[in-house]
């Protein structure tokens, strides 16, 4: 089966339909794209990835020597790599840290800085910097009064006009705190978000993903109370709940194995978890989680498709319908330049269940009504070979 996917190429019209004769691109297809040369970028993991228009942002993280601070763009539409223009004073080499888009922008904040190749300088920072992709210029914040404990492998998620930072690393202990800045108007003024709810264990290294006025949190680092928990955050409740994963009494496949370094995406209505670090093992099945059902299952990639390795510290973006992973620390902790892009699929939710059991509800096929008090209603379906007979039962 294939979607169509938006192209340059002129499109027929003829009374308000659309007919797009291709390009087309097969649904659930992993496919490798150009691999990121030397010479304009090296090879990284524990970076981050960001989408703006038509082409990925790609910054920081580590070549296995040294920290780096670079930004390269790879380009969709070309499928080409280049360094992308900047000026102004860019931010410290780092890795673990996070990035976000608002607006025009790339916010970054925090991470890990220092020379790790002589083990000098090394510390967490909590710093947010401004990347204007319209210019090209770095900017650093400053924002007066209390600011967030300096921290790396935290998450970060943007919301209605807010950047919002939780969990995390700050060198001697694991976090499970938030904070949130109006990244709009002023003052400019770091506050604390008071939680409620079931929220996570302190955690780092772990994705986010923002879905239906919410933050999602999967899995992570959490020592001894590692799990593979799914976390969702109300923003304007500001409330955590835990989803359920009761799978075998609910008859649905398991939730993927608790794991760390891994990545998650929102696409339609549902999430998307690749790779990491699971009980010594990477794997690289692509697990699909559906926001409706609150079922897990894993996408059955297309028999072309070329599948990524498995790794972690690794880095993923969404555009249009389309996931693009780039790099991460693979076996023998080998880090990649590698760039793959996975085909979503997006079918409308099937409404039948909830159909039919408007229709019994409603009574309107009912052949014989049995009224023996005010209780609950019990609806029996009689199938025949052509006909249907309900029987409704008033108990």
Same mark, same amino acid.
């Given at each position: 089966m294939a979607i169509p996917r938006p192209s340059d190429k002129e499109f027929d019209h003829a009374e308000g339909l659309t007919l797009d004769f291709g390009p087309f691109e097969t649904v659930h297809r992993w496919r490798r794209m150009p691999e990121c040369d030397e010479f304009v970028g090296a090879r990284? @993991?524990?970076?981050?990835?960001? #989408?703006?228009? &038509?082409?990925?942002?790609?910054? !920081? !993280? &580590? %070549? !296995?020597? %040294?920290?780096?601070? &670079?930004?390269? *763009?790879?380009?969709?539409k070309d499928c080409s790599w280049g360094r992308a223009f900047t000026t102004g004073t860019p931010p410290a080499s780092r890795y673990h840290h996070s990035a976000v888009v608002f607006s025009n922008s790339m916010f970054v904040f925090g991470g890990y800085t220092g020379d790790i190749y002589s083990n000098s300088n090394l510390r967490n920072k909590?710093? $947010? +910097?401004?990347?204007?992709? %319209?210019?090209?210029? /770095?900017?650093? /914040? *400053?924002?007066?009064? *209390?600011?967030?404990?300096? *921290? @790396?492998?935290?998450?970060?998620a943007v919301y209605e006009e807010k950047l919002w930072i939780f969990? !995390?690393?700050d060198g001697n202990t694991r976090l499970n705190d938030m904070w949130t800045l109006n990244l709009t108007g002023e003052p400019k003024a770091w506050e604390e978000v008071q939680q409620s709810g079931d929220h996570p264990p302190t955690c780092c290294n772990f994705p986010v993903a923002v879905a239906r006025d919410t933050m999602l949190v999967f899995s992570g680092q959490s020592g001894a109370k590692i799990t593979n928990n799914l976390y969702q955050f109300y923003f304007k409740e500001r409330r955590w709940r835990k989803i359920p994963t009761e799978h075998i009494l609910r008859g649905a496949p398991p939730p993927p194995q608790r794991r760390y370094g891994h990545t998650m995406v929102a696409y339609d209505r549902h999430l998307y978890v690749f790779g990491g670090a699971a009980d010594n093992t990477l794997p690289n099945e692509l697990h699909c989680y559906d926001l409706d059902s609150e079922t897990w299952q894993v996408i059955i990639p297309s028999p072309d498709s070329q599948i990524p390795s498995?790794?972690?510290?690794?880095a993923a973006a969404v555009i249009n319908d389309g996931i693009f992973i780039f790099g991460g620390t693979v076996d023998n902790n080998i880090r990649s330049g590698e760039m793959y892009r996975f085909q979503f699929s997006s079918y409308p939710k099937c409404t039948l269940r909830d159909d039919l059991g408007r229709l019994l509800e409603s009574h309107q096929f009912a052949d014989v009504h049995f009224i023996l008090g005010k209780a609950s209603t019990l609806c029996? +379906?009689?199938? @025949? #070979? $052509? %006909?249907?007979?309900?029987?409704?039962?008033?108990?």
């Open positions: 990284r @993991s524990k970076h981050t990835v960001v #989408a703006y228009k &038509d082409a990925i942002y790609v910054f !920081g !993280g &580590d %070549n !296995g020597k %040294n920290m780096l601070n &670079d930004l390269l *763009r790879f380009d969709v909590n710093d $947010l +910097l401004e990347y204007k992709f %319209n210019t090209g210029q /770095w900017t650093e /914040w *400053r924002i007066e009064g *209390r600011l967030p404990p300096a *921290r @790396s492998a935290h998450g970060a969990a !995390g690393y498995g790794r972690l510290f690794h029996l +379906l009689n199938y @025949s #070979a $052509l %006909n249907y007979c309900l029987i409704t039962i008033l108990l």
